[in-house]
């Protein structure tokens, strides 16, 4: 009730829980999302997508469909809105319907579950995602994952990998998938799915055919949890990040899939040591890192790799702040030491 | 122009108060209207012969906002008393506080809120901003508070007057608390109750209305009391209810009770 206008809380790290999910569910290429609420809820998701789809020369339109909610369904209740956008819907060429929920049809109450288990001739599935409860991006990514990990039912294990919740927005998400199926590929592991990137709902189903999971992050932890409780998947709970974290990755990795991995961490350190050394000119110059802007895991990484490059924090004026990328794997190390280089020679 | 509202506990006669004061009212050579704010929409039933007046919401449903004129909402029941019901969604969809909200908007896009006096009657609990609408800036200012020594009708009553007393602390606000009404339900000392109720939270009671057999009679013949029975006891009570809220200046901020204050001052009323 306050009408004070200065915000308490300037904290933007949070982000919109139905974003979070759109993120994932428009990643089925033959499904369509649709979003239970005001048009600009998805309008401006859909920017967002083609915008960060552009950037990765992915150059489609985001199939979001939106029920364009007024203030008149608002004050009637808009589940009738609903049936007919999934009605719509179901007669396009299409495998399945999510549902997203937005804050105003969480407030007054529509039964989105009951609307999504009537009867429309194809699966369609419903993703709590209403922001204002208070969750995050990171909550409707989850929720999303998880809705979606419900399709899939039981199935043989087939071996291969799961890549588990790919930040789909982030410029380097096709660079770091990369990075984690070439780092797997030296233990002879290959990638069963991407759940969830550009993939087509019937591999869902195929889900639990995976003999280890790898999520992209420790907030994923809650999906590898029900993955593993439904399928009995173990999984490693983030992409690697630094030195020594790629090569345990690379060991754990295959210890989980009864391999010895001993020859490829082998291998990796070699290509690390050779990496490192094509950087010595940065030896001895101060930096530090700014730990505003990354995570712990992430400080640690660049200061062990600041530590193999004899880089000394430096406590006079002279000190350099770098960037510190949330740099995955060995390549991730690279692209960080070219932007290090760069920064420090200018 | 006054404008009034009556808010109080479902059930408790707000409709058949706020009916035969409109009613009264009209009979003092004054232009009266009266709105209905309940998605039950039966608040101006008895000013228009039992029927049920098509309401804002079901036209703006039907014919979307652009295709309802002030003509279309407004009807002209007994002694030329002008009734809006502004209706809402089924029960147990939608957001009937938003419905009220668009209401009010719509009518004062068609200039509708005009003539001596504008009676407002509200759904029971002030169960969200839509409800509080009639008591902000440009609408309602007096509020009556319409209970019985009922203890369940005096919570609903306190309630409104934390409703009352939040939006009176907002500085433009001008929405004040005018009185008590007791509609009783013919329980001993409820008189003194409701007088002893009023007091503490800062007011008056400003008309003791008796429970009648005539009010029943009146309602199942589609009349107010006013129509039905003019020269009867129980009109004389509405009457003068409605020459009180016509003198009535004494507004206040109201001061509402702790629960337990409540129900202590209710037991020593039994």
Known sequence: ?346 | MKQIALYGKGGIGKSTTSANLSAALSGMNLSIMQIGCDPKRDSTRMLMQGRFIPTVMDLVRVRGEAGVSLSDVVFTGYNGIRCVEAGGPEPGVGCAGRGIIATFQLLEKFGALQGDVIVYDVLGDVVCGGFAMPMREGYAQEIYLVTSGELMSLYAANNICRAVQRLASRVKSKCRLAGVICNARGQPREEELITEFARRVNSTMVQYIPRDHIVQQAEVNQQTVIEFSPDSAQAGYYRSLAERVMENTWMTIPTPLEIDELESLAREFI
């Open chain 1, 1 to 346: 009730m306050s009408s004070n206008p200065l915000p308490v809380n300037l904290s933007r790290l949070g982000g919109c829980t139905l974003t979070g999910a759109i993120s994932v569910t428009s990643h089925v290429r033959d499904a369509v999302t649709i979003v239970h609420g005001p048009k600009g809820c998805s309008h401006h998701n859909v920017s967002l997508l083609h915008a960060s789809w552009l950037d990765n020369d992915h150059a489609v339109l985001p199939v979001l469909v939106s029920t364009g909610l007024s203030e008149t369904e608002v004050i009637f209740g808009g589940e009738e809105a609903l049936r007919r956008a999934i009605a719509h819907a179901a007669g396009r060429d299409t495998r399945a319907i999510f549902v997203l929920s937005t804050c105003i049809v969480g407030t007054i109450g529509d039964d989105i579950e009951a609307v999504c288990s009537e009867e429309y001739g194809l699966p369609v599935i419903p993703v709590p995602t209403a922001g204002f409860l208070g969750g995050t991006f990171q909550d409707g990514m989850n929720n999303a994952l998880i809705a979606l990990a419900e399709c899939a039912g039981p199935c043989r294990n087939t071996g291969g990998i799961n890549i588990i919740g790919e930040m789909n927005l982030e410029y380097e998400v096709e660079e770091n998938f990369a990075e984690v199926a070439r780092l797997l590929s030296l233990a002879g592991l290959s990638v069963n799915l991407r759940f969830v990137h550009d993939i087509a709902y019937r591999q869902l189903y195929g889900i639990g055919a995976a003999q280890l999971n790898i999520l992209r992050s420790p907030a994923l932890i809650p999906v590898g949890e029900y993955l593993r409780d439904r399928f009995g998947t173990p999984f490693i709970p983030s992409f690697p990040h630094g030195l020594s974290d790629t090569l345990s990755f690379i060991g754990s990795a295959a210890e989980a899939c009864g391999i010895d991995g001993k020859q490829a961490v082998g291998e990796e350190r070699s290509r690390q040591a050779e990496l490192v050394d094509g950087f010595k000119d940065l030896r001895h110059l101060h930096a530090s890192f700014d730990p505003s802007l990354s995570g712990a895991d992430e400080i640690r990484a660049a200061e062990e790799l600041a530590h193999a490059l004899d880089l000394s924090p430096g406590t006079d004026g002279h000190t350099l702040l770098l960037p510190v990328g949330p740099a995955v794997g060995t390549a991730g190390i690279r692209r960080m030491l070219h932007r290090w280089r760069r920064a420090l020679h200018a």
